[in-house]
């Protein structure tokens, strides 16, 4: 007799993913990981801001982003959307960071080479980058803007000092 398997069984069936996604996944997941880690060591809000831009870049492809602060006054976001223009580029996105208590805490400006709006999955990744540059950003808020979360500074390494024989007897 010939048994034919309908997939009834009790054994789960899995479904494998495609290499690529899967491969995707663990790249967004690694690049998130890494920032979260810049975020909670409190690395330069700069340069976790400018970390958090790059990744959304690569994700998404042939887009540049920026993260403006609420100190930039609206003529410096109209220049650079200008500039953008002149560059041949078009905007893709513009996005406002938002804390939980309304406060703004800056904006998210993207922009393509081609003029189109994103996809619900390139959204998703948009709102996981506002997502981390809002904590980022409310973060060196809380500590007194000073740009490493409150960290002071290292002061600048002194130099070593060498006393010199005066002669060589």
């Given at each position: 007799?010939?048994k034919?398997n ?17 491969g995707k ?12 880690r810049?975020?909670s ?5 700069a340069?976790?801001l400018?970390?958090?831009?790059c ?5 998404i492809g042939?887009?540049?982003?920026l993260?403006?602060?609420p100190?930039?006054?609206g003529?410096d ?6 500039n953008?223009?002149l560059f041949g580029l078009y905007?893709f996105?513009?996005e406002g ?10 904006s998210l ?8 709006s994103p996809s619900?999955?390139e959204f998703?990744?948009i709102?996981?980058a506002?997502c981390?540059?809002a ?17 002071p500074?290292?002061?600048?390494a002194r ?9 060589l007897?």
């Amino acid at each position: 007799m010939h048994k034919s398997n309908s997939g009834s069984s009790d054994e789960p069936q899995t479904r494998a993913m495609p290499l690529k996604f899967n491969g995707k996944i663990q790249y967004l997941l690694s690049a998130e990981e890494q920032l979260l880690r810049s975020i909670s060591t409190r690395a330069p809000l700069a340069g976790v801001l400018n970390e958090i831009c790059c990744a959304l870049d690569c994700q998404i492809g042939n887009v540049v982003s920026l993260i403006c602060l609420p100190e930039e006054d609206g003529s410096d976001l109209a220049a650079i959307a200008m500039n953008a223009a002149l560059f041949g580029l078009y905007t893709f996105c513009s996005e406002g960071l938002i804390a939980e208590n309304d406060e703004p805490l800056g904006s998210l400006e993207m922009f393509s080479t081609v003029s189109r709006s994103p996809s619900a999955s390139e959204f998703r990744l948009i709102e996981r980058a506002k997502c981390l540059a809002a904590l980022a950003i409310k973060l060196d808020n809380e500590a007194g803007h000073q740009g490493h979360y409150g960290m002071p500074e290292n002061p600048p390494a002194r130099e070593r000092v060498f006393d010199w024989p005066v002669s060589l007897d």
